[in-house]
């Protein structure tokens, strides 16, 4: 049995950081892709960061516009573990935080084509 489990959310201030961890058990996924999606009460649900194994121990990184040069998504596969960096964090980035994961290779920005899910983490900047 698959199973996603996110950690590291919390309450922070504007312009402070945060790192969301996501532990995978019952399957590696190091030759898939993962993301992090996240919702805000009131919004669509939004593809924050996605990672894709581009052959070998390469991924490739893609980031919503809206945290591009803020957030960085990156792996340790010894852990199977995938993680989001929140750096500068700005009050419309509260909201509940989720990873996700495939068995295709490529992210994707469109949050039904993950199969596998965690339970979600929350996350809330003060202003």
């Known amino acids: 049995q698959v199973q996603l489990v996110e950690s590291g959310g919390g309450l922070v201030q504007a312009g402070g950081s945060l790192r969301l961890s996501c532990v995978a058990s019952g399957r590696t996924f190091s030759n898939y892709a993962m993301a992090w999606l996240r919702q805000a009460p009131g919004k669509a649900r939004e593809v924050v960061a996605g990672t894709s194994w581009s052959g070998g121990g390469t991924y490739s990184a893609d980031y919503a516009d809206s945290v591009k040069g803020r957030f960085t998504i990156f792996r340790d596969n010894a852990k199977n573990t995938v993680y989001l960096r929140m750096n500068s964090l700005k009050p419309e980035d509260t909201a509940v935080y989720y990873c996700?994961?495939?068995?295709?290779?490529?992210?994707?920005?469109?949050?039904?084509?993950?199969?596998?899910w965690g339970q979600g983490t929350q996350v809330t900047v003060s202003s």
């Open positions: 996700a994961a495939t068995t295709q290779r490529l992210a994707t920005r469109r949050g039904d084509e993950y199969t596998y």
